[in-house]
């Protein structure tokens, strides 16, 4: 592979921070102003990250270095294939919402909303930061600055239990990964002298200078370290976090915070540690092990949920594990799903946080409960849930069917049958907590007409800024089935170069 010097990456990460200054000086007096450059911003982001596709797809490799601050540490920017996936998925949904947050926070006339776009924008610029760096250092930095900048977002609301949400994120993220990430990653650096990710595992040429303890500790701090992706027992922040506005939580499930770390993760399984140090160690099935129990106990917990969010909360917890499942069987088809999975997934989830949104804003129902017949009264909302809810179930033909085909496969080339029995389960719970939220939306009656606006049981649709935005997420999970190219492309590439099949 050829590596070019290139400012592109910094560019990325740069336009909403330098966006976020000129929302914050807009302020509320100039919303109009402000929210333009808003959608200007996530518009030039997602155009300089698609124009690094074309060079990475040819065997480039494209690099940025900021500063240097002691040989083999420095806040670098590389673009490979992996951290292009994540930063095309995160660029693009960025636009869309965008938009629908615009429709959501006008519309419930929500304090505080120069803020919420200024933090916004910086989250993103965060996740193109961890996107595209090169060493678990510049990572670390970023990841973060995600954490800080979210923060505000999680307690948008400001009330006892925004508050109360707020702090147990910030605890749980903030206190795993300076107390378990940092520690691994100053290791790291103090026995190889790098933090640099490569594709055959930082560890891999040490591997005669260290002890099967001693790497298996310094798994353990890594993994631990990124509750962001959620592996239990490290999930309790992400349903307490439901208390933030629905983009928010749009933002936090598909985009920024749950794909970062899970982004992270694969970079600590992948490009730290290497397949041959897990696999000689036992540990990708130690981590099949933990990812397996998430997949399926968040499952079961989410069918006793109620309100909606919270319920889609842990299925995001347990989807997740998808992707440290497929990342854990080490085998180039399983990886090559479990990196899919972060974009098909991202299409899917987001979807159904939208149309949750949806729902409030037309409706103020949050509860499952109450959600009968409401497919009727708002046809395109719940119509769009559904290809959100299918993609997640893994029917074809949507996207979500493509990244656990891939898994399956990679269940098969590594000879773990019982991997492919846990999917079917798990597709059953998933159809178990979705399935009759469709039935109940469409089939069953309403139950309280007379409370409904409009009048004789008619729900409006929430506004066209957010209708149409669900509708558009939905339309990608049904096209990513049908023309996955360029992520399937970029997958399979990682997972190439990974394990060398």
């Known amino acids: 592979m050829d590596i070019v010097g ?73 673009v490979d294939a992996f951290g292009l996936m994540f930063a095309l998925i995160a660029s693009f949904l960025w636009i869309i919402t965008s938009f629908y947050s615009i429709g959501y926070m006008r519309t419930l006339n929500e304090n505080a909303q120069t803020r919420y776009f200024v933090c916004f924008a910086i989250a993103l610029s965060a996740a193109m930061g961890v996107a595209f760096s090169s060493n678990m250092f510049t990572t670390f930095l970023f990841y973060e600055i995600i954490t800080i900048c979210t923060y505000p977002l999680v307690a948008h609301k400001e009330t006892p ?30 026995i190889s002298g790098t933090t640099d990710f490569s594709s055959n595992g930082i560890f891999t040429e040490l591997r005669s ?55 992270v993760a694969l970079r600590i399984v992948l490009y730290v540690f290497g397949i041959d140090i897990l696999s000689e160690l036992g540990l990708g099935m130690v981590l099949t092990c933990f990812a397996s129990f998430t997949i399926l106990a968040a499952s079961i917990i989410a069918l006793r949920q109620n309100n909606l969010k919270a319920r889609l909360a842990y299925s995001t917890v347990s989807q997740l594990s998808y992707i440290i499942l497929g990342a854990s069987l080490l085998s180039p088809s399983a990886i090559t799903g479990s990196i899919l999975h972060i974009a098909l997934h991202a299409f899917g989830k987001i979807t159904l946080f939208f149309t949750a949104g949806a729902i409030y804003v037309a409706t103020h129902k949050t509860n499952i409960s109450e959600l009968n017949g409401i497919g009727k009264q708002m046809p395109f909302t719940m119509t769009a849930f559904t290809l959100g809810a299918l993609s997640m179930i893994g029917i074809p033909p949507m996207g979500g069917f493509l990244s656990k085909w ?64 669900l509708l558009l997420t939905a339309m990608g999970t049904l096209v990513l089935f049908f023309t996955p190219s360029t992520f399937l492309h970029l997958a399979i590439k990682v997972a190439t170069l990974v394990t060398g099949n």
């Open 6 to 78: 290139s400012y592109k990456p910094l560019l990325a990460i740069s336009v909403s921070l330098i966006a976020a200054l000129f929302i914050f000086f807009s302020g509320e007096k100039s919303r109009n102003l402000r929210e333009v450059w808003t959608i200007l911003a996530a518009v030039i982001k997602f155009t300089i990250v698609a124009s690094m596709v074309h060079d990475v797809i040819d065997g480039k490799i494209l690099e940025y270095t900021l500063a240097s601050i002691e040989p083999g540490l420095s806040i670098q920017f590389r």
């Open 161 to 190: 239990e925004a508050m109360q949400g707020a702090r147990k994120y910030l605890a749980y993220l903030l206190g795993t990964s300076v107390g378990f990430q940092l520690i691994a990653m100053i290791i790291t650096y103090s």
């Open 209 to 263: 200078q260290v002890s099967n303890t001693f790497l298996t500790i310094v798994f353990f701090l890594y993994m631990a370290g990124v509750a962001k992706a959620a592996i239990m027992p490290f999930h309790a922040w992400l349903p307490a976090a439901m208390v933030a506005p629905t983009p928010v939580s749009a933002l936090l499930h598909a985009v920024a915070v749950v794909k970062a770390g899970v982004f």
């Open 406 to 469: 891939y898994i399956i496969l990679g269940s098969i080339e590594a000879d773990l049958i019982p991997v492919i029995i846990l999917l079917a389960g798990s597709a059953l719970l998933n159809a178990a907590y979705f399935l009759p939220i469709v039935y109940a939306a469409f089939f069953n009656e309403p139950q309280d007409h007379h409370n409904n606006k409009g009048g004789k049981g008619n729900i409006n649709e929430a506004p066209a800024l957010m209708v149409v935005p």
